[in-house]
């Protein structure tokens, strides 16, 4: 069965740097997500991308974060200045379609991102 | 976007079935059911959707009455391994809604031995 695939499985990075997670969707999928999901807490939308660009953020997916899909497998979140509070377990998801009946989102394994 | 309530946890004991509700008043005409399953440290695992009567895979059952105000997730004989966050979704196809839809606190099922 296809799967999303997101490496590393683990990052740990210092305050103030950059951190680009990495993931590859499921090939025929045209729509990609990034989550987050703070220890204990919540799975939160932060953006869904399309046709190469951004379709929705959430208010968490501010001027710190960026995505992109530099080729024709790989989609990618950047983070340019980490904070303490961008510890959390990120996870990218795609799907095949935005209908009704296609949209059912895969999730990958997820980047658990530490930051010190 | 409709509000989804769920009970916070449920305990089971294996080879029972398990029934979890979730109650979504304001659902819209076009709106679909969609529940997810998270393992801790994974992401979430879709399940099963619907948008009215009975639907089943092989995993569950979903369970939505006339009204869909609500729908009932129904595993059956649950195993130590359905101990997982049970998520309930309604929207216009999840992704539609994508940046203001977001999980909530889920169900969290505990089977036991």
């Known amino acids: 069965e296809p799967e999303v695939t997101q490496t590393p499985s683990h990052q740990v990075t210092q305050m103030g740097q950059e951190v680009i997670l990495r993931c590859v969707p499921i090939?025929?999928?045209?729509?990609f997500y990034w989550y987050r999901q703070i220890l204990g807490q919540k799975v939160e939308f932060l953006v869904s991308f399309y046709n190469n660009e951004i379709s929705e953020k959430s208010e968490i997916f501010d001027d710190q974060f960026s995505v992109e899909r530099p080729d024709g497998s790989n989609f990618t979140l950047k983070i340019r200045s980490t904070k303490l509070e961008d510890s959390a377990m990120y996870f990218c998801?795609?799907?095949?379609?935005?209908?009704?009946?296609?949209?059912?989102?895969?999730f990958g394994p997820g980047t658990r991102l530490t930051v010190l | 976007l409709a509000k989804t309530t769920q009970p916070i946890s449920m305990d089971s004991y294996e080879g029972q079935e398990v029934n979890i509700t979730c109650s979504h008043n304001?659902?819209?005409?076009?709106?679909?059911i969609t529940w997810y399953q998270q393992f801790p440290s994974q992401g979430p695992r879709f399940i099963i959707q619907?948008?009215?009567t009975k639907v089943t895979n092989e995993v569950a059952s979903l369970f939505i009455p006339a009204d869909r105000k609500s729908s009932t997730l129904s595993l059956p004989r649950v195993s130590l391994s359905d101990t997982a966050v049970y998520y309930c979704l309604v929207g216009l196809g999840w992704g539609t809604n994508a940046g203001k839809s977001t999980f909530g606190d889920g169900t969290t099922l505990t089977v036991k031995p």
């Open positions: 090939s025929n999928h045209l729509y």
């Open positions: 304001n659902i819209a005409t076009n709106d679909y």
């Open positions: 998801a795609s799907s095949e379609g935005w209908g009704l009946l296609t949209d059912t989102q895969y």
């Open positions: 619907g948008y009215k």
